[in-house]
């Protein structure tokens, strides 16, 4: 906390001058820790959206994958009938 200095103590006008300029010095503080907020706010925002991104993408491959493993399976189950079952 600050501490009130002698001339505040004896003048109400020089009081209100170093109340204005502390009001002042923390009104500028917040607005940079507002302005740090939404940086971090956007930057989490885009991660969350690369995060979507890559699970969208592992989500197509897995179908991919389980596509291509079935569609062998069946070949091969269709080779082997038309070979063992009709000849």
Not at 3 to 9: G, M, R
Not at 57 to 67: P, S
């Amino acid at each position: 906390m600050v501490e009130t200095t002698d001339i505040e103590k004896k003048s109400l006008e020089a009081h209100v001058e170093l109340c204005a300029e502390r009001y002042n010095a923390l009104e500028n503080r917040l607005d940079h820790v507002n302005a740090k907020i939404s940086s971090l706010s956007d930057v989490i925002r885009e991660v969350h959206d690369m995060v979507q991104r890559m699970s969208e993408k592992r989500t197509d491959q897995l179908i991919g994958w389980g596509v291509g493993l079935i569609g062998a399976l069946s070949a091969t189950v269709i080779y082997l009938v038309t070979h063992y079952v009709f000849k």
